[in-house]
């Protein structure tokens, strides 16, 4: 049996297809529904209507496919902004979908359940609107915490300067608090971190296989965030493995990552394809 959900987030749009618990295939539509967030709080009526059609599509794609209507969800930019709703109200009207519009807590429980399926360690699930940090141990959640800083957000806030970028990145990363991941096995989810294993390899293609499983340093992201910084958006686009629909967040994402493992001790975080989409399925109790 199949079935299928779509995540909507600050700046993509991605479908899942699984079959008998298994995750068929996913597609992503980059339509930055957070842009401009940062400094309005609020969702632009062009950037509503671009990734309410993305779901369209996807949910018209799902039901060809035999998937079913599929399960929408959304997350930091739905939820933190003040025209939220005008988002949900125009997926109605389009599709006659409602969408599960999830708390930070929820996105980090699903985000864990995904990667981790029940294991312990914690997982990093940078977004574009925010970013959750949720840990696990002996099958218990020990600590989570959602804050809102995201490469969109980065993006909108500073740009690619470097010390504006990292002034926003210090001043977020506070507000985890006293954490200690030197002794956690640490995931990456999302399109950040599945991004930049791709640049880690050079992929002329992407390939999730590949992707799954790649373990990124923090020496390693220190010096990709530097080298990232360092050239302009078009020459980031002709960098092997680069996703030329985030070229333009992608240095702040890394600069963002590279600051969690050093502030927290953790030397590296494994990339997992698994994430917040087969965690949302499975915490509704739809897959094992």
């Not at 998937?67 to 709703?85: C, I, K, L, M, Q």
């Not at 399926?117 to 940078?126: P, S, W």
């Not at 490469?151 to 470097?162: H, Y």
Request: proline residues 1%; hydrophobic residues 40%.
């Amino acid at each position: 049996m199949k079935i299928s959900a779509i995540d909507v987030g600050s700046n993509s749009v991605r479908l899942m297809v699984m079959a008998d618990g298994k995750t068929l295939y996913k597609q992503i539509d980059t339509t930055r529904l957070g842009e401009g967030i940062a400094n309005s709080g609020v969702l632009l009526p062009e950037a509503i209507e671009r990734t309410a059609r993305a779901v369209q599509l996807f949910a018209a794609a799902a039901e060809l496919n035999g998937a079913g209507t599929p399960y929408v969800f959304a997350t930091a930019a739905v939820r933190s902004a003040s025209n939220g709703r005008d988002f949900t109200a125009r997926v109605k009207q389009l599709t006659g979908i409602d969408v599960d519009v999830i708390s930070g807590e929820e996105e980090a429980a699903c985000g864990l359940a995904g990667a981790l399926r029940g294991r312990d360690g914690g997982i990093i699930d940078l977004g574009g609107a925010s970013t959750e940090i949720t840990v696990q141990q002996s099958g218990k959640k020990v600590y989570s915490k959602s804050v809102n800083v995201g490469t969109v957000r980065l993006f909108d806030r500073a740009g690619q300067d470097k010390a504006a970028l990292q002034a926003e990145i210090d001043k977020r990363i506070a507000e985890y608090g006293k954490l200690d991941l030197s002794a956690v096995d640490m995931y990456g989810v999302g399109g950040t971190a599945t991004s930049l294993a791709a640049l880690y390899h050079g992929l002329e293609k992407y390939d999730p296989k590949v992707v799954d499983g790649t373990a990124l340093t923090a020496e390693w992201l220190g010096a990709e965030a530097d080298m990232l910084l360092s050239m302009t958006v078009e020459q980031r686009k002709q960098v092997k493995g680069m996703d030329v629909r985030r070229a333009d967040v992608i240095a702040g994402g890394c600069l963002l990552l590279y600051n969690i493992l050093r502030a927290f001790g953790a030397k590296h975080l494994t990339v997992s394809e698994s994430d917040n989409l087969e965690g949302y399925v499975i915490l509704k109790g739809l897959v094992k």
